[in-house]
């Protein structure tokens, strides 16, 4: 547990700053920072355990979006926005945080049926399937007329807040921390590291990744419920390559088999692209003009990853997990026992 009390301060100290400094442009950065965060534990649950590369895990957070903001949205503006959405979803609003929840049910669910006859697969033909799902998701949400504006959403109300983001990441962090402790996370762990010796052990691979699959896809549409609820408008486009891109770069930099790495991550490629996105629209310092060239952002994420992955091939954390137990002094018997 210490392991994850760890984790929970490294995430709320620098929050509790953000909070002292009182920047509103800080405060917007590090909640977009909090829902990638999220998404990162979500794939990691299931990517980091499994091995599986699952590149379709972006089609959730955009179930989770949609199913967010067309319950959220007022019913006195729906019939504008909505003109063909059944009655029953036309004439019904629930709080923002509800429908963070229900994104997030409705996603597991979609994950369910999804992945159900896919369960039999090896983890290569899985990465591949998975990208299919991506682009049917995309496709989908791209091209159907759920708005007067196609598959846009517009006028979600902007109800995400930093700390009404946090309680939703220290619960994905906790159910991220206890899956990994878990029967099922060792079980999925072992499939991992060798396929075949976990079957030969007994183990149904299909079903523990379907549970994963499930659990890991509710995490991506909660924070897909409150991205919509960050942003107020959005359309398929939003989630897509790009989405998916940053999310794997965040976990291999941090490390893939590290919950810990995905929170370290996570903030790293924020601080890197945040950074130069800045500097793209010019900053102003003792007199002195000074900017990038567009697409410095997206360039310092490469090379980040390319640094990382040169020095540290296993991510910044490789498979260890932060513990402050390591770092507080230690009783005479403890040390007797470290060195027998």
């Known amino acids: 547990m210490s392991r994850l009390f760890t ?3 490294v995430v709320l100290a620098p929050l509790l700053l953000i909070t002292l400094i009182n920047s509103p442009w800080l405060s917007g950065v590090a909640m977009s920072s909090l829902i990638l965060m999220i998404m990162v534990v979500g794939l990691h649950l299931f990517s980091g355990n499994s091995g599986v590369l699952a590149f379709g895990h972006v089609a959730f957070v955009e179930i989770g979006a949609y199913t967010c903001g067309i319950l959220t949205i007022p019913s006195i503006a729906k019939p504008a926005i909505f003109p063909n959405l059944p009655y029953f979803l036309a004439h019904t609003t629930i709080p923002p945080q509800a429908g963070v929840l229900v994104g997030g049910i409705v996603a597991a669910v979609a994950a369910a049926i999804v992945f159900f006859p896919l369960r039999r697969l090896n983890a290569q033909a899985l990465s591949i399937v998975t990208l299919a799902i991506l682009l049917i998701a995309n496709i989908f949400f791209t091209n159907v007329r759920l708005s007067s504006s196609g598959g846009s959403i517009f006028r979600v109300p902007l109800a995400a807040t930093l700390w009404n983001v946090v309680p939703w990441l220290l619960a994905a962090l906790l159910i991220a921390f206890f899956f990994q402790r878990s029967r099922l996370g060792l079980r999925l762990r072992a499939s991992r590291e060798d396929e075949f010796a976990a079957e030969s052990g007994g183990i149904d691979i299909g079903w ?4 994963a699959f499930v659990v890991s896809a509710s ?3 909660v924070a897909g419920g409150l991205y919509a609820l960050s942003i107020g408008s959005f359309s398929g486009a939003d989630f897509f390559i790009d989405l998916t891109i940053l999310l794997f770069a965040m976990m291999v930099v941090g490390g893939m088999r590290s919950l810990s790495g995905a929170v370290i991550g996570t903030a790293v490629i924020s601080i890197v692209s945040n950074f130069f996105s800045k500097l793209q629209n010019g900053v102003s310092l003792e007199g002195f003009a000074i900017s990038v060239p567009s ?6 994420i490469a090379l980040c ?4 992955l040169l020095f540290r091939s296993e991510g910044l954390m490789r498979d260890l997990e932060i513990n402050i137990t390591g770092f507080l002094p230690k009783s005479k018997k403890q040390l007797r026992e470290k060195r027998t």
């Open 219 to 221: 995490i991506m549409g």
């Open 208 to 211: 523990t990744r379907l549970v």
């Open 295 to 300: 697409g410095s952002a997206n360039v310092s």
């Open 305 to 308: 990853m390319i640094v990382v």
């Open 7 to 9: 984790l929970f301060g």
